[in-house]
């Protein structure tokens, strides 16, 4: 399979040197000067993977990566000069995969392309050679087609608030380190504060209101359950 990637990006000669080592490597460029370009093309052809600049003419990438984070789970590594921690984190939070702070090495850009999609085809499999239901208490979260259902009702969640209550779920009253839960939801090489772990917990409680998301004091949390 030929993958299509959408890079957005407006300087000319990012554009051209990332350009040239995807095409090297196999893969199906567009290259776009602004969020609005990228749009457009979203909704016309839409790729199988974004690598997208934060300081853009116009729309923001952060808001572009919210955007397009709301309709689908494409992978999207987010490329800054901006190397403060909190904007690590928040392109992250808003549903980045991925983050490469100016200037990066362009096979480093390669090998982490190349380490998200075997991430996403491996998910892809596994969704398809399962249609695994998991239920714990008034939580119910379907695998395959990544959807959670609380007290009844359907809830939308990002990417990563799937992925940590599905990790909970399947360790029912297990203490999880806040860094084993970085490394099971953002990855190994992730290389942010275990903050975003706190914001994740937080929002999911949010959304979810009365699920049992125990903090377990100077360690992390547990998902706890009577019922196991």
Known sequence: MQYHIGVVEDDENIQNIVNAYLKKEGFIVSI???????????????????????????????DFCKKIRQESDVPIIIISAKDDEIDKILGLELGGDDYLTKPFSPRELI?????????????????????????????LIYKSDRRIFWKGAE???????????????ENVNRAF?????LIQVWGEDYFGSDRAVDDLVKRIRK?????Q???????????????E
């Open 177 to 181: 380190s806040r860094e084993e839960l």
């Open 213 to 227: 998301l125990e903090t377990v004091w100077g360690f992390g949390y547990r998902f706890r359950s009577e019922e």
């Open 155 to 169: 809830h939308e969640v990002t990417t990563k608030e799937f992925d940590m209550l599905l990790l909970f779920a």
């Open 207 to 211: 959304k979810l209101d009365g699920i």
């Open 32 to 62: 776009l000067g602004s969020a609005e370009e990228g749009f457009e093309m979203w909704e016309k052809q839409p790729p199988d993977m974004w690598i997208l600049d934060i300081m853009l003419p116009g729309m923001d990438g952060y």
């Open 111 to 139: 090998a982490r392309v190349k380490r998200l999609f075997k991430r996403s085809r491996t998910m892809n499999e596994m969704n398809e050679s399962s249609q695994e239901k998991v239920r714990v208490d008034q939580l």
